[in-house]
């Protein structure tokens, strides 16, 4: 069994086919949680979850790069997480919250930032770990992971999650670690040199995911990601730890089926 941790089937890149891909990938073992950036795609996630009895889950959240765009609602997006017969069942984090400072987003890291603390909050109120997206904005993530009261809490509810597509250096990592974090690993891999980071993070402390549509590995030969490319992630993992592709493949799912409660 394997677990893509971080998929967008629910964007417009798969709206023609994404029963297809989905079926694809359960028929190979593969389960999915589908990411929110927005709303309108966190509804979408959360609608195409609860089409399945099982392998297929949602976070939702606003995306940083859409602080500008949407005004966060954090009533609105609670009765969504809540949602349904199945939707406590189903919303499984809050995510892809956090801070983006490439280019021209770093001009509202501001707004970015009081989204992204609005966002915790309802995480630490559902009891629900996050998924994070930071792009060259880690000393001002550690900041508010650090601080009061996300760094802990008097109900015992510190936040927990993932640092989703981690690009950052091993010290990075460890600090995150350190925290109590996961280290999602993903096609990021095939630009960026991470082999010391796969080397050193524990795989008691890694996730895989694709980040799909994005993304694709190599070895896919397809422009368009699925969740089912994740076996490569799991193989070059396996290959730079020295590991065997089972072990990877049975402890990361182990690993996404306690942090998510799946």
Known sequence: MLIDTHAHVNFKAFDYDFDEVIKRSLGEDVWMINVGSKYETSKKAVEIAQNYNNGVFAAIGLHPIHAQDEEFDKERYKKLALSGSEGSDKVVAIGEIGLDKFKDYGSFLKEQKEV???????????????????????????????????????????????????????????????????????????????????????????????????????????????????????????????????????????????????
């Not at 082999?195 to 896919?220: G, M, N, S």
């Not at 490319?229 to 290959?239: L, Q």
């Open 116 to 262: 992204f603390l609005k966002q915790l909050d309802l995480a630490k109120e559902l009891n629900l770990p996050i998924i994070l997206h930071c792009r060259m904005a880690h000393k001002d993530l550690f900041e508010i992971l650090n601080s009061s009261p996300f760094g802990g809490s008097p109900t015992g509810r510190q936040l927990r999650g993932v640092i989703h597509c981690f690009t950052g250096t091993w010290e990075e990592a460890k600090k995150y670690l350190d925290l109590g974090f996961y280290i999602g690993i993903n096609g990021i891999i095939y630009k960026r040199d991470l082999k010391e980071v796969i080397e050193k993070v524990p795989l008691e402390k890694i996730l895989i995911e694709t980040d799909c549509p994005y993304l694709t590995p190599p070895q896919a030969e397809s422009e368009r990601n699925e969740p089912i490319f994740v076996r490569y992630i799991a193989k070059d993992i396996a290959r730079i730890k020295g590991i065997d592709f089972k072990t990877v493949s049975q402890t990361t799912f182990q690993n996404a089926a306690d942090l998510f409660n799946i």
